[in-house]
Structure formats: C-alpha cells, structure tokens
C-alpha cells in the first residue's frame, strides 16, 4: 500500500499526487514511468513520473481524470493509499549537455516535461519551452517552467491564452540554433514537433503512450514501429527518436479498445462502480 | 428571440388520416392524453392535417397559443416531415422545433385488429415525441459557396460526355486522364453495338468537340494525387508526367475513371497459345483487318466471369460483344464458322434480342457449357487449336478444331481506382467498383457530398449506358453550380470543449475526414465536410461530442419518457422494446410493413436515427436501466451504410455491450443488431416478431421499480 502524501490541483481534471514510494524514488529519474493499481479490481495504469524526492521518499504523478481509473484516483486524498505501485519502469530519459534544447509539453504531460527539463537545465542547457493544452484552464506549471526556461511561449488550440498553433516553431526553428528538442504529450503534437525539427537534423525524442498491460517487456501489447522495426515502449523506451516513429500505427492501435473503455466509463460513472 | 431558452409550450396535432389511423387508434384518447403531458399547452385532433386545413390550423395554434415546439402525431418524417417543417417556418417557428410521431406506418397500419394496443402504442409514441420535443434547439442550416467549376477523373466515353454537359452549362471543367491520350477504352475498340459504328472514330470525334471548348482543360498523363475540402472547394492536387504538381479548385468531382478488361492468365491456354486471345485484344485485330482465311472461330464466355469466388459478377456487356464481332466476321466472309460458347446467354437491353436473332439466321453457332465441365483448349499437332467441350443439352462432348478462340472476359477495377478510393474517401464495393450512394435513388451519386460517379468505374456498362450515367452525373453536379450557394444540413456534430478529453476518438471514427485535431488534442469539427451521422457523438467516452438535434439530451430523454410510467394493463403483456432504427433502411422498412399493413407485436417502439452507429452506449444502457426487456439497434444491410460503415461500428458497439450485459448478469441477447435494407419490411417485420419470441422465451428481468428499491449496487440494478 502507497500512503498519498499531497494532493494538488493543477487543473479542472488534472492532479498531482505525490506517493510516499522510498524505494522507487531512490531510483526514479526522468523518462521513468510507474504502473499503479487503485484497489484490488483496478485496472493497471502505466503513469510517466512527473518528479521524486528521495529525501522526502516521494513520487509525483500527474493525470488527467479522462477514464475510469483517472477518475477513481483523483478521488483519493491525502493519506489514503494507492493499492500498488510498480516502478521506476522503462529507460531514464537521456540527460546530457547538448547546448540549446527545446522543449514542448502539451496537457497534463508538461508535468513530466518539468521533470525532464529541470535535469537538462541542471547539466547547464538552455531551454526554450513551449508548453500548451487545449483552453488555458488545462495550461500546468507555467510559473515552474518559466524558471527554468530563457523562453517560454503558450499554446491553446482554441487559442484562449497564447498562439493558436505550433506554425510559429517554423520560424523559431529558422532564427535560433536548436541542438536538440524533446516533446511529451499528445500524438499529434510529437508527430508535428517530429516533422518541423526534421529539416534541420535536430535530434528530437518523443515519450510514447501507448496501451500497456504489464510494463516489463512480457506481453507485447506497447509495440510500436521506430525506424521499421519493432519495438516494446516499456522496455525500449518510451523516449524513442521521432524521426523514426511510425505515428500513424501507434494512433491506430491506441484505439483499439475505445468501445469497451466508453461503456466502462458509463458504469462508473452511473454506479460509482466498476463491471 | 431563443425559443429554445424559454419553457416548452408545445402543440400537439394528432392526425386520423381519414381512416387509416382513426379506423383503429382511438384519436380522440391520444388526443386528450397529449393534453395530460407536460408542457403540453395544445392539442387537437384533424381529420387531414397535412391538408390545408389542417396545416393553417397548425399555423394559427403556433400564433393563439405561443406554442414554441410542435409534434404532429401522424404517418412517417420521411414523407411528411418537410411540408410541417415548412408550415412551421410560415408561422415564425424555427423549423428544427418540429418533432413527428409516426401513429400511421408504426401503429395503426401495423396493428390492425388490436385497436385497444394501438391506441395504448399510439401514446407511448406520443410521448416519446414529446419528450424529445422538450428538448428540441433551433438550428441554422449553414450556407457554403460552391465554385463553379467540376472536375473529371478520366478521359474515356463518360468522362468527356460529362465534361462537355458541364462545359455547356457555362462551367469551367477539368478534365485528367492518367493516358497520354483521351479516349479510354474506347479508343482501342473496333465496333460499337448494336449500330455497328465504328468506335475509335465516334470517341475522336468526342475528343475533338472536348479539345475545341475552352472553357476545358484537359490533362493528360495526370493523376489526381490529393483531394481536399468538400463540396464546393475541392481543393485538388494533380501530378502531370509523374513530376509537375498541377493545384485547381473545383466545386464538383466526377469519378469517371473506366475499368479494363481482365487478362485470363493460365484459363484456356492464354498466354500460353498465341491463337488465344481476349474480345478486346480480337478488336484491336480486327482494327488491323480480319485475317484471311479463318476457318472457324470459337468464341468463350464467361472466361474468369461469375467464378464461385474472386469475379463472381456478370460482366453484363461481353454477350453482345461477342455477338457484334461474330456477326462482323460474318459480315465479312460467310465461309468462316464461328460459335459461341455459352453458360447463359443475356442480350439484355433494348434491340439487342434481335441482334441475338440475327446471329442465329447468319448461322452463328451456340453451344451451351457448364460452370462445372468448362472447356477445353489445346493445340494440335497441325498448329491449329482444338476446343472440347461438354454439352449438358446432348449430354456429350464436341470437339471443335479452330484457327482462333476469343474468351470474352469481364470488365474489372485496376489499380488507378482502387487508389483514388483512399484519396477521395469513396466506398468501393465488394466487386472493387466504385459504390454509389443508392442503386436506385442516387445511383450516380456516391454518399458524400459533390463528388459524383459515372460509367464503367461503377461497374460494367455499354458506351450508351456509360453515357446516360455521364449525363446524369453532369446534371447532378451543375444543380449546385447553378445555385451558387448550398444550404447545408443543420445536422452536423458539435464539440462540448467543456467535456471533451482530447482523445481523438471522434477524429480517428470519422469516415468523412470532417473533424481536425489540433495540435494540443482538440478536436474540430468542419462543418461543411460533416454528414450528420453521429459515429463521433457515439465513440465519445466523453458525451463531448453531440450531434445537433440527435444529441444524448435529445434521445435519451425519449427512452426515459417511455418507462416513466407503468405500462397500460393493455400492453402489460408484452415485452418492453427499443429499436433505434436508421432512418435510411430499418425506419423505412418499418414504414413500408405498415404500407404492406404487414401485423407485427406492439412491443416495439422505434426510435429514429440517422444512422445505428450514431446508438450511443449510454442510449441502450438508459433503456436497460428504466426498464426495457430488449435493445434492437438496426442498420443498413452490411456494405449498404449511408454513412460508408457506421453500421459495422455499431455492430462493434452493440457486442461491446453484449459482454457488459452479460457480466452484470442480465443477458447480453437482450441487446441485438440487426441488418436490413429499405427494401425489406418483411425481414423488418421478422427481425421484430422474433426478437420479442426471444424475449418472451428469457426469464423477467425485474421491473425497473422493484430494481430502484434494491440496493444501489451494479448487480442489483437489473
């Protein structure tokens, strides 16, 4: 059992906790994920870490409250306890001295993008950051990523705050030397990251979401296709080159159970319990 | 002023029909029930109220009583729901404040000798009109531009006869044909039948006439590459000589892109003996000269047509082929026997019997052969070709030594339309042609708006027929050319930002490429690419996404209303049914069993739709919940959608909730999908007689009552 030591509110729907786990922070970095279990009929849910302190011997996770688990989760406080977490899983993100990078972080994964970009900050890059969600009530930690940027810009999609499209990276891309750029977040907005740095070379690595069941390299259900081969996200990744990712077939196969998912949801939501 | 914001006052106009609904519904109840309704502040009955009459009075009570809804009570929306529209429109209401009850087709027609279950039937579908009708929103018919210019995909008989109807209508056309010439199929034809015309001259004079207009411009050696926007921009990317990118803007696209003959490889020796060879490759001979001294000529139909798998169609035209070019060699040199081998022979069409007649009294040969004993061909050691074959009429075989065999082989798809299909988001059929959007009301038309379908793309045609489709085609495309301006459908998805997760659920079910997502997740709908199916609405896990005036608030509160009260003791016997039916197939077949006045249990009651995939979860979930014994969710026969495959989606969504059913422990067969087409009220009629034999036969679910006073677990629910 997990003791929840904080709980915040980033956002209508988006919550950070941090989980009393002294194990997995002393072993958490960036890129890192975990895989919880709510309670004992919960479903497991891969969760990319958004921070650890290991002196606290505590980990952040951020989520948006979009499905049955989500939502069960965000209904826990302050200590009550997660059933299960299993972790740190996956790679570390690769932390190095590359000069200039850029960052871009879209709805609740900028929280994990915060992590990663204060350890690219720490080994003495310069970030430029480019953080956005769908309407500016879903924007997280601009304060947090002001600090630690040269520059930050803000993106909405219905442009309620900031610009209302990532075009604008065109021109960035052309004014200021990138080294190198990472981008967490929607499959769409690493696809475009991926495609505007392409050009210019700029190594740019993507974080992958894809369905997971048991987060250890056993099952195979996270393949995805990079640079035309196979790869399993839990074990390879999940930071992958996005100039090699095949985007298309990873959005497909995220799908695949989104008519199961819809109705888990309807019962949840009209029972306050699961099937 | 926002009607929608202000309390329902709602009129209801509950129609006798003359006879046909008050010969068996007992009006004068519905009448003063629908008065006991909520919000409710009007209801009368007439005898005709599509009359005059009957539409003034409609008008007048709109004006009288304040009313901002109105349900008129009487035969099917299919029909009549555009002349209320209008009368509502003539007395200030907006038009989408209009709900119908259909008391005719549904009830009265279809429960004849049940006068007492009509009339309790004919209040429930009362009250469920109503119901929705509460909640109805007025709605804007959005109107787009239409450039008025048509693109033509492909240069063969079709789509230059479409091209210069365009051109004389005063549009500008363009017209690409991936050749280096224009002409199609055409060009390499000899002879056209029945008149015998010589067929490289009829297309270049066509060629000619196409080059001549200037208000054409015809491409060749082009390929449509990209297609974008929607009816009335179109915005078109083409590649001429596989290196120059060509962009236009077209308000119109006509698919008119051929078919070509199948090579037989491997069947009758072809390729393998040079004497063997298809009709198409003999005219491209005979366009040469008829070789002299041909003895005997056989000719096989059928060659790789209507196989038990792979080309199971008939190709429709190579019967009269085969008979213009054996009554050619004929023509020309008496002495040569020619035969015709047959499975069954089809001069179908006008004139084309006496064509068949005539080749009999030249002495043209027919011998009949059978799917099962096909023919034999083999060289003989001399250099000519010996053809066995059994004939089923004489019960033995005929062999027939001969200089050429010509296999008349079926028209197929090729690789250029099966790659336009992805581009310009059109169905293929199962035979790989292009699929129009109805064979018979739309038939040169395909589902989405403005891009049209004509000639042998559609399936194996004569140049004649080819023709008639192009000219159908053209006038279809010119209507809203002509116009300048569309109103489109007021039924279009909309996105709640509020509720919505950024999924992309919606964007990847789409069939019409009509909703964007933005970079951040969030989903945009284009509204003049949307078709109004509502696959989106249902594929949220949201309820972000809506589809206007079928919305979640719109269709649930119909499934509440008919078990918001205890079943009359008439109908207490039978099962409790909700069929969400589609409004092109499954609504329409319920309608026509009632035209057919074809007797079916009162236990269904129909819920209009524009399409079963637009049946969300939460619509047969609601059903169960308030107290239904079974779910029907009926679409349009499997590769008959309007909406290309909203109804495999739907079957996908009803087995999803099938296992939930079932792992509630009520049972997943409560809940069934069914196909059908407009054009079956009996299999309709069966669906519905069955499924409740089905429901009866399975033990009853507990009331809905009894299951609210339960404990509020899952199980318990049901």
Redo the contacts between chains.
């Keep these: 059992m997990y003791q929840i030591d904080s709980k915040k509110e980033l956002a209508p729907d988006i919550k950070l906790l941090e989980v009393h786990a002294e194990q997995i922070a002393r072993k958490a970095k960036p890129g890192h994920f975990v895989i919880l279990r709510v309670d004992e009929k919960g479903e497991r849910i891969p969760i990319t870490l958004a921070g650890c302190d290991v002196n606290k011997g505590t980990i952040s996770i951020a989520f948006h409250e979009v499905g049955k688990t989500t939502m069960k989760l965000g209904s826990l406080n302050r200590g009550d306890y997660i059933m299960n977490v299993v972790g740190p899983l996956g790679n570390a993100a690769k932390i190095d001295k590359y000069g200039h990078v850029l960052c871009v972080g879209g709805g609740v994964m900028v929280a994990p993008l915060h992590f990663q970009a204060a350890a690219l900050r720490d080994v003495g890059n310069e970030l430029t950051t480019v953080i956005g969600a769908r309407t500016k009530e879903q924007v997280i930690l601009r304060e947090e990523m002001k600090k630690i940027s040269s520059e930050l810009f803000i993106v909405t999609d219905d442009g309620s705050e900031g610009q209302n499209n990532l075009d604008f990276l065109k021109d960035l891309l052309k004014t200021r030397k990138i080294d190198y750029a990472v981008a967490i977040g929607p499959i769409v907005l690493m696809n475009e990251v991926a495609e505007f740095t392409r050009p210019y070379k700029i190594k740019t690595m993507v974080n992958l979401n894809p369905i997971m069941v048991d987060g250890t390299g056993m099952c195979g259900a996270c393949r995805v296709t990079v640079g035309g081969e196979t790869k399993f996200t839990c074990t390879d990744g999940p930071e992958f080159d996005g100039h090699s990712v095949d985007f298309e077939e990873l959005m497909v196969r995220r799908r695949m159970y989104v008519p199961k998912e819809k109705i888990a949801v309807l019962f949840y939501k009209t029972f306050g319990e699961c099937l | 002023m926002n009607k929608s914001k202000e309390e329902p006052r709602i009129g209801v106009f509950v129609c006798r029909c003359g006879s046909n609904i008050g010969g068996v519904v007992d009006v004068t109840k519905v009448v003063e029930y629908a008065k006991t309704q909520p919000n409710v502040v009007h209801a009368e009955e007439n005898f005709y109220t599509c009359s005059s009459e009957g539409l003034s009075k409609i008008k007048e009570a709109i004006v009288k009583h304040n009313l901002n809804r109105v349900v008129v009570a009487s035969c099917t929306p299919r029909t009549h729901e555009p002349l209320f529209r209008v009368t509502c429109e003539e007395a200030g209401l907006n038009k989408y404040l209009f709900e119908m009850a259909n008391i005719r087709e549904h009830c009265s027609w279809a429960h004849m000798h049940e006068p007492e279950k009509a009339t309790e039937s004919a209040k429930e579908i009362v009250r469920m009109a109503i119901a929705k009708a509460r909640f109805l929103e007025p709605l804007k018919e959005p109107e787009i531009e239409i450039t008025p210019s048509g693109l033509i995909i492909g240069g063969g008989v079709s789509g230059l006869t479409a091209a210069l109807s365009l051109s004389e209508q005063g549009f500008q056309v363009y017209v690409v044909e991936k050749e280096a010439e224009a002409g199609g199929l055409l060009r390499k034809l000899h002879t056209l039948f029945p008149s015998g015309q010589d067929a490289s001259d009829f297309i270049k004079s066509i060629v000619e006439l196409v080059k001549g207009r200037r208000n054409i411009t015809l491409l060749t050696s082009t390929v449509v590459k990209e297609v974008n926007g929607y009816l009335g921009n179109f915005e078109i990317t083409a590649l001429q000589n596989n290196q120059r990118e060509v962009r236009f803007k077209v308000g119109t696209i006509i698919v008119a892109t051929g078919a070509v003959s199948l090579e037989p490889a491997g069947l009758y020796g072809y390729g393998q003996f040079d004497k063997v060879m298809t009709q198409l490759e003999f005219e491209q001979l005979l366009n040469i000269g008829l070789p002299e001294n041909l003895e005997k000529v056989v000719m096989i139909q059928c060659a790789g047509a209507r196989e038990e798998r792979g080309i199971t169609y008939c190709s429709r035209i190579c019967c009269n082929v085969a008979l213009k070019n054996a009554l050619y060699i004929k023509g020309s040199n008496s002495n040569t026997d020619v035969y015709i081998v047959y499975r069954d022979l089809e001069a179908y069409g006008r004139g084309y019997v006496d064509y068949y007649q005539k080749a009999q009294e030249q002495g043209v040969k027919f011998i009949r052969y059978t799917q099962e004993r096909p023919p034999n061909v083999m060289k003989e050691s001399d250099g000519k070709l010996k053809v066995e074959i059994f004939s089923p009429i004489i019960g033995k075989g005929i062999d027939i030594k001969c200089d050429l065999v010509v296999l008349s082989t079926p028209l197929i798809q090729h690789q250029a339309g099966r790659d336009l299909s992805p581009i310009l988001k059109v169905a293929l059929g199962t035979d790989g042609f292009f699929l129009e959007a109805h064979p018979k009301l739309r038939p040169a038309e395909f589902a989405s708006e403005g891009i049209l379908l004509c000639g042998t793309a559609h399936g194996p045609k004569d140049a004649t027929e080819s023709m008639a489709q192009a000219l159908a085609a053209a006038s279809k495309a010119s209507i809203p050319m002509a116009k300048g301006t569309v109103k489109t459908e007021a039924v279009k998805a909309v996105v709640d930002?509020e509720l919505?997760?950024?999924?992309?659920?919606c964007v990847?079910?789409c069939p019409y490429n009509a909703i964007e997502?933005?970079?951040?997740?969030?989903p945009?709908v284009i509204e003049a690419a949307c078709m109004g199916c509502g696959l989106c609405a249902a594929?949220?896990?949201?309820g972000a996404m809506q589809l206007r005036h079928f919305k979640d608030n719109q269709i649930v509160p119909m499934v509440n209303s008919l078990f918001e009260l205890e079943r009359n003791a008439v109908l207490k016997k039978e099962p409790s049914i909700v069929c969400f039916a589609c409004r092109w197939c499954a609504y329409a077949a319920a309608d026509t069993a009632g035209v057919m006045r074809l007797q079916y249990p009162c236990s269904v009651r129909l819920i209009l739709v524009p399409c079963s995939g637009r049946v969300d979860?939460?619509h047969i979930?609601t059903a169960f919940?308030r107290g239904a014994d079974g779910v029907m969710v009926a679409g349009c026969l499997k590769d008959g959608c309007h909406y290309i495959d909203g109804n495999i989606k739907a079957e996908?969504?009803v087995n999803?909730?099938k296992?939930?059913l079932d792992?509630?422990g009520i049972e997943g067969e409560r809940v069934e999908m069914f196909f059908l087409s407009a054009g079956m009220p009996d299999k309709f009629v069966e669906s519905v007689i069955n499924f409740t034999e089905r429901i009866n036969k399975l033990p009853k679910l507990r009331s809905a009552r009894e299951r609210e006073e339960s404990a509020?677990?899952?199980s318990n629910?049901f």
């Design positions: 930002k919505c997760v950024g999924c992309g659920a990847a079910i997502w933005l970079s951040f997740g969030q945009r594929e949220c896990p949201m979860a939460i979930l919940a996908r969504r999803a909730m296992e939930a792992v509630m509020p677990s899952v629910r």
